[in-house]
Nanobody, 127 residues
Framework: QVQLVESGGGSVQAGGSLRLSCAVSGYGSIRPYCMGWFRQAPGKEREGVATIDYTNNGRYAHSENRFTISKDNAKNTLSLQIDSLNPEDTAMYYC?????????????????????WGQGTQVTVSS
């Protein structure tokens, strides 16, 4: 059974940084799978933030270079570094994994491409 558990969320002031982590179990290795981060702000639909594929190629839905996705295949962990946080980043952040090996990540990011989801970690940014 594949499980994803996020951590690292919290309350921060605008301009600060957070590093979110996602521990994945149930796979021998996350290396072959597309992994992604999503977020859902209050009253809004869930949106894709970033994905990383089996070649370690990261892609980002937002162009302001504040997000960095990375993974440690040996530890089966996925991370998302968020810098220069602003109140618009307030949301529940979810990690997700695809179900196909060596398939890559599609673009734009689509929820339906991801098979397994974590429960989320809350990020709250105050001005």
């Amino acid at each position: 059974q594949v499980q994803l558990v996020e951590s690292g969320g919290g309350s921060v002031q605008a301009g600060g940084s957070l590093r979110l982590s996602c521990a994945v179990s149930g796979y021998g290795s996350i290396r072959p799978y597309c992994m992604g981060w999503f977020r859902q702000a209050p009253g809004k639909e869930r949106e894709g933030v970033a994905t990383i594929d089996y070649t370690n190629n990261g892609r980002y839905a937002h162009s302001e270079n504040r997000f960095t996705i990375s993974k440690d295949n040996a530890k089966n962990t996925l991370s998302l570094q968020i810098d220069s946080l602003n109140p618009e980043d307030t949301a529940m952040y979810y990690c997700a994994s695809g179900g196909l090996m060596y398939y890559g990540c599609t673009w734009p990011i689509k929820e339906n491409d991801f098979r397994y989801w974590g429960q989320g970690t809350q990020v709250t940014v105050s001005s």
